[in-house]
């Protein structure tokens, strides 16, 4: 899995974002990217294989496996994962909007602060507020989908051990066994709870914003 | 690549990592990972599932999908190695050439343009190939086959056609928004 590009992008956006910003993309890399890429993956790595009917049947395990897991956990919460990253991108391309004009107006001979070019500290405000809200929002909007997706999709949060299966060609109510339900249980609580925390990050953070910039206001007119 | 392109230049490179490259290896390979061994046909007769997953699937769904992110990232390349050129060339007569040999003009404007019609061009056809190859872009539960040495008409069930269609979809409509990023792209140099 090459999720080591995707920290290198991320890592970048981490310069321009808020404190509680930098405390999301650290619960982001550890307890979701690491955690789905050490241990979820290998919990779920041999689930076809280990998935057993109760039938000699030939072709009944593939049509019950996937009667009953139209997209496997382990590739919602990779798409999760990549959906909730991608609005980060925006802000990253913000900047670097930006930074090419500022160095542009710079060229053709407009006077720019140089020490601010310099040191390259950027403000969110102006414009770049209202991307890095966006993204926030966006970010708030995908967590919810996938988090209701998979409770639409799997009945809940809970792996069953059990599944009766009446696909054609099972010649009638076949029982398959699931591989691992306790354990692919236990991540998928784990997944839902870190999913929560980063929504509960990002809620906070929207607020902050939003209060930072009503501070200011008031003060502008004064 | 990004230093190079216009506005919507680095969306596409953006697009193409993060919802192509990137979902491609993180999770539609581990889908296609087992196909082969989990296709299973309603047969004891040996060499009988081997003929008739050959017959179904000549190039595999995943393959195909590599060889079209290799095929439509080229292109990019064609632009990187003209700038290198033009900077090779003011180094070579020491000179300054060129205002800026980044700048999108003259030559340069044109390899951009071959670059966009060969990125749209060879989206195209790679989507005509995977509908031809398929019979569209669905997968079946099950597949009647009739090959030697299968004795008469089998039952031969594919592994996960739902995930599959679902990351095929997916395959397609990035696809689509990029041809529809490339041609924006394209529009804008040309009135330019």
């Known amino acids: 899995m090459d999720w080591g590009t995707l920290q290198t992008v991320l890592g970048g956006v981490n310069k321009h974002s808020t404190s509680i910003g930098k405390i999301w993309l650290t619960v982001l890399f550890i307890f979701r990217i690491m955690i789905l890429v050490v241990a979820a993956e290998k919990v779920w790595g041999d689930e076809q294989q280990d998935f057993v009917c109760n039938t000699l049947q030939p072709g009944c395990r593939n049509v019950c496996y996937d009667h009953f897991f139209p997209i496997s956990h382990i590739r919602l919460w990779a798409l999760q994962l990549i ?48 991307t890095y809200t966006s993204s926030i929002f966006f970010r708030i909007v995908f967590e919810a989908v996938f988090m209701y997706v998979f409770y639409y999709m799997y009945d809940g949060y809970q792996m069953p051990r059990l599944v009766k299966c009446d696909a054609w060609p099972c010649p009638n109510v076949v029982d398959c066994f699931v591989s691992r339900p306790t354990e692919k249980t236990t991540f998928t609580i784990f997944m839902l709870a870190v999913s929560g925390i980063c929504m509960v990050l990002n809620l906070a953070e929207l607020c902050y914003l939003v209060i930072k910039i009503c501070m200011k206001v008031p003060g502008k007119t004064t | 690549v990004n230093k190079y392109s216009t506005g919507v230049g680095r969306i596409w490179v953006a697009v193409v990592f993060m919802f192509r490259l990137l979902v491609y290896v993180a999770a539609a390979e581990d889908i296609w990972k087992y196909e082969h061994d989990e296709f299973e046909c309603n047969i004891k007769q040996p060499g009988c599932e081997n003929v008739c997953f050959d017959h179904f699937f000549p190039v595999s769904h995943i393959r195909l999908w590599a060889l079209q992110l290799i095929t439509v990232s080229t292109p990019s390349l064609l632009v990187v190695f003209h700038v290198a050129y033009r900077e090779n060339r003011e180094k070579h007569h020491n000179q ?30 790679f989507l005509v190939l995977f509908y031809k190859l398929y019979n569209g872009f669905k997968i079946p539960h099950l597949v009647k086959c009739d090959m030697r040495p299968c004795p008469s008409s089998v039952d031969c069930y594919i592994s996960k056609p739902t995930e599959k269609m679902i990351f095929l979809y997916f395959l397609v409509a990035t696809s689509c928004l990029c041809i529809i990023l490339n041609l924006s792209e394209l529009t804008y140099l040309i009135f330019k």
Do not use: Q
């Open chain 2, 96 to 125: 300054k050439l060129y205002r800026n040999p980044g700048e999108i003009d003259g030559g340069l404007l044109c390899t951009y343009l071959i670059s966009f019609i060969l990125k749209i061009g060879f989206e195209i056809v």
């Open chain 1, 83 to 130: 959906f909730v990253s991608t609005p980060a991108l925006l802000v990253a391309m913000h900047v670097a909007y930006t930074r090419h004009e500022k160095k542009r107006r710079f060229r053709n001979g407009e006077k720019i602060d140089i020490e601010e070019l310099k040191n390259e500290t950027i403000h969110i405000r102006g414009p770049l507020w209202w």
